[in-house]
């Protein structure tokens, strides 16, 4: 702290020169909770001079604060684990050997309410990939410990980087939670989809597959894409053909079997898959 206001005054102690901002005015003692306990740091001053060197504090204590960050933070987690805040001033005291309030605990939550909002309401960059899913957690509601669904999104960017990018609390997994939540996102909800007419000849085959067949990884982690999945199709539709199988849900099980072989692996998605046949 002596070295920050040497700085700020723009001169060593002692010395005379004209960029000097002020004088040194002494020390003044603060006392500071920690999680070692109570401890009393003597604060450097600054006398002005000419309306110059005033503003001066220490980078390495807070202004208007008597407890130490790491102290804030422990209390904060510990109230997010679903302690009370009574519960927390409690043990506070046994371990570091002074008391926090109650008031403290919570103002303590509050600055991890205010950092949450700041996070939540950060610009999104675009994310050709979001996956969402939910877990349950035990929550306090109202005064009460219940399970709630935390709403998760991740995204991929253009980077191929992986991150967060936002986590709402709900009742639970109901649609109408899932779309307040992407609504929060900044996320459109409404598409638009081209009407088309397909005209099927006698034996044309048309297959219809959910993005968990086309993009299906190997193990040298290649996609399976629209062009693979044509080729396990004619290759099932080969395998029919020569053992004489006619219903579509036979030919839809020859294909999940060569599907399933080029995966070679637990399957991480759904896997949705229509056949058409014109007689």
Not at 147 to 160: H, N, P, T, Y
Not at 186 to 214: I, M, N, P
């Amino acid at each position: 702290m002596q070295i920050e206001r040497q700085k700020h005054l723009g001169a060593a102690p002692h010395e005379r020169t004209e960029e000097r901002n002020g004088h040194a005015n002494g020390y003044q003692d603060k006392t500071l909770s920690t999680r070692l306990g109570q401890i009393t740091v003597a604060v450097p001053q600054v006398r002005e001079v000419n309306g110059q060197g005033a503003g001066f504090y220490p980078e390495s204590l807070e202004r208007s604060t008597r407890s130490e960050r790491a102290l804030k933070l422990a209390l904060a987690e510990m109230y997010v684990q679903g302690v009370s805040t009574r519960k927390v001033a409690a043990i506070t005291e046994q371990l570091c050997g002074f008391a926090v309030s109650s008031t403290q605990v919570s103002q303590a939550a509050q600055a991890l309410d205010e950092t949450l909002a700041a996070w939540r309401s950060r610009p999104l960059c675009a994310c050709p990939y979001v996956y969402l899913d939910a877990r349950y957690e035990r929550v306090r509601q109202s005064g009460l410990v219940q399970k709630a669904a935390v709403l998760i999104a991740v995204g991929v960017d253009e980077a191929e980087k992986r991150s967060v990018l936002g986590v709402s609390l709900a009742l639970s997994e109901h649609e109408v939670h899932w779309r307040e939540f992407l609504q929060s996102l900044g996320v459109g909800l409404t598409v638009d989809y081209k009407e088309a007419t397909v005209v099927l000849a006698q034996s044309d085959v048309l297959l219809l597959v959910t993005d968990g067949v086309t993009e299906a990884r190997n193990e040298q982690g290649e996609f399976l894409d629209s062009n693979g999945t044509w080729l396990l199709l004619r290759n099932a539709l080969l395998t029919a053909s020569s053992q004489k199988i006619s219903a579509s849900e036979n030919v839809l099980a020859l294909l999940d079997v060569a599907l399933t072989n080029y995966i070679s692996s637990n399957r991480c998605d759904d896997v949705a898959m229509l056949l058409l046949r014109r007689n």
